[in-house]
T-cell receptor
Framework: KAGVTQTPRYLIKTRGQQVTLSCSPISGHRSVSWYQQTPGQGLQFLFEYFSETQRNKGNFPGRFSGRQFSNSRSEMNVSTLELGDSALYLC????????????FGNGTRLTVT | GEDVEQSLFLSVREGDSSVINCTYTDSSSTYLYWYKQEPGAGLQLLTYIFSNMDMKQDQRLTVLLNKKDKHLSLRIADTQTGDSAIYFCAEGLMDSSYKLIFGSGTRLLVRP
């Protein structure tokens, strides 16, 4: 079974731009979560989607948004990029998102200059 | 509140056992997890333990859970240089949905 796939692996953007990251979950998994990893704040929960609905959102500004498609693939978008948005963005999937282990992809490393 | 703490660094000699410790605060955790992160990679799920269990063994890995003290440990037997990585402890919590609260990670260095 293929694992969680994230594209692209690396992105370089300038301040003020917007960016879209993509995640394909493990086949059959319907829950997709996003996490941000930075040296200063560590791993922080961004949001979780199940059946195209956002069920939960972490403490991030409205510039961070996402969506999930009917095939469970997910995208996250960051608008008006700031230098502090530079991070590794990790996507994880699980079958139902309820009390089951999360399986992570290799992440998208975003650099904002 | 939600908080998970780990020591930052551990150095061991190849062939020795490694023990990585973690404390958490939320007693409503359902599962507790250990993830491994190698340079440039994502998080690899190593093992996990249900909050009602005391111990789980999986080949070279042993997880011990002391629920009273909210203390979790990961023991790696016969540590190899390929085990050098950052190890994250995480607690699983349900609110609107399931999410993980991570510790800051323990960097394990295995010396030949």
């Amino acid at each position: 079974k293929a694992g969680v796939t994230q594209t692209p692996r690396y992105l370089i953007k300038t301040r003020g731009q917007q960016v879209t990251l993509s995640c394909s979950p493990i086949s059959g998994h319907r829950s997709v979560s996003w996490y941000q990893q930075t040296p200063g704040q560590g791993l922080q929960f961004l949001f979780e989607y199940f059946s195209e609905t956002q069920r939960n959102k972490g403490n991030f500004p409205g510039r961070f948004s996402g969506r999930q498609f009917s095939n469970s693939r997910s995208e996250m978008n960051v608008s008006t990029l700031e230098l502090g948005d530079s991070a590794l963005y990790l996507c994880a999937s699980s079958p139902t998102g309820d009390n089951s282990p999360l399986h992570f992809g290799n992440g998208t490393r975003l650099t904002v200059t | 509140g939600e908080d998970v703490e780990q020591s930052l660094f551990l150095s061991v000699r190849e062939g020795d056992s490694s023990v990585i410790n973690c404390t958490y605060t939320d007693s409503s955790s359902t599962y507790l997890y250990w993830y491994k992160q190698e340079p440039g990679a994502g998080l690899q799920l190593l093992t996990y333990i249900f909050s009602n269990m005391d111990m789980k063994q999986d080949q070279r890995l042993t997880v011990l859970l002391n629920k009273k003290d909210k203390h979790l440990s990961l023991r790696i037997a016969d540590t190899q240089t390929g085990d050098s990585a950052i190890y994250f402890c995480a607690e699983g919590l349900m609110d609107s949905s399931y999410k993980l609260i991570f510790g800051s990670g323990t960097r394990l260095l295995v010396r030949p």
